[in-house]
């Protein structure tokens, strides 16, 4: 069965203060897709990454890097020098190949304090 | 490339009534997904439309139903509305098979009183 754990509900750092936001999967295909959205109070849900599983090189992409270790299920996002614009609750996803749907986790809530 | 858009983007219906939401997907995708996300959690996969048949249907009854027009456009209906109906629900477009290439609307947020 495919599910999605992020096991932090809720995050507080101080601005400029580096964060990592945990995502752990499970899926028993061994082709699928992982994703991080961003949604901000807007409601929309905004792409910031998809990475297929057999890439696991980690990626960098201005302040965010994201970690993904098949080994541990793992496809964790970090965020560098955080900013208040980054406040926004943070879902980690997963879709199987061949499968047109996505498995949402339940999202982290990051708040980013001036 | 205009975007997925959403209407209405609130609405307010009482238990037992009927409600049709809309969206427009963005311009070249020919499938559309709605899913419907609870407060504080994560959006959970209602059904999926492609050449305006259900391609895929996720844990919802079938009070939960959908329309997809030849022009990609679509609509969720949801037949005697439940307190627990009360949600955002979010259109998502792509291309069939494109395995993630998801673009999501800003979603309409439904209370049900």
């Known amino acids: 069965a495919q599910k999605v754990t992020q096991a932090q509900t809720e995050i507080s750092v101080v601005e400029k203060e580096d964060v990592t936001l945990d995502c752990v999967y499970e899926?028993?295909?061994?082709?699928?897709?992982l994703f991080w959205y961003k949604q901000p109070p807007s409601g929309e849900l905004v792409f910031l990454i998809r990475?297929?599983?057999?890439?696991?090189q980690n990626e960098i992409s201005g302040r965010y890097s994201w970690n993904f270790q098949k080994s541990t299920s793992s496809f964790n996002f970090t965020i560098t020098a955080s900013q208040v614009v980054d406040s926004a609750v943070y879902f980690c996803a997963l879709s199987e190949a061949g499968d047109d749907k996505i498995i949402f986790g339940k999202g982290t809530r990051l708040h980013i304090l001036p | 490339e205009t975007g997925v858009t959403q209407s209405p983007t609130h609405l307010i219906k009482t238990r037992g009534q009927q409600v049709t939401l809309r969206c427009s997907s963005q311009s070249g995708h020919n499938t559309v997904s709605w899913y419907q996300q609870a407060l504080g959690q994560g959006p959970q996969f209602i059904f999926q439309y492609y050449r305006e048949e259900e391609n895929g249907r996720g844990n919802f009854p079938p009070r939960f139903s959908g329309l997809q027009f030849p022009n990609y456009s679509s609509e969720l209906n949801v037949n005697a509305l439940e307190l627990d109906d009360s949600a955002l629900y979010l259109c998502?477009?792509?291309?069939?098979?494109?395995?993630?290439?998801?673009?999501f609307g800003s979603g309409t947020r439904l209370t049900v009183v």
């Open positions: 899926t028993r295909d061994t082709t699928y897709y």
């Open positions: 998502a477009s792509s291309l069939l098979r494109d395995d993630g290439g998801y673009t």
């Open positions: 990475r297929n599983s057999f890439d696991e």
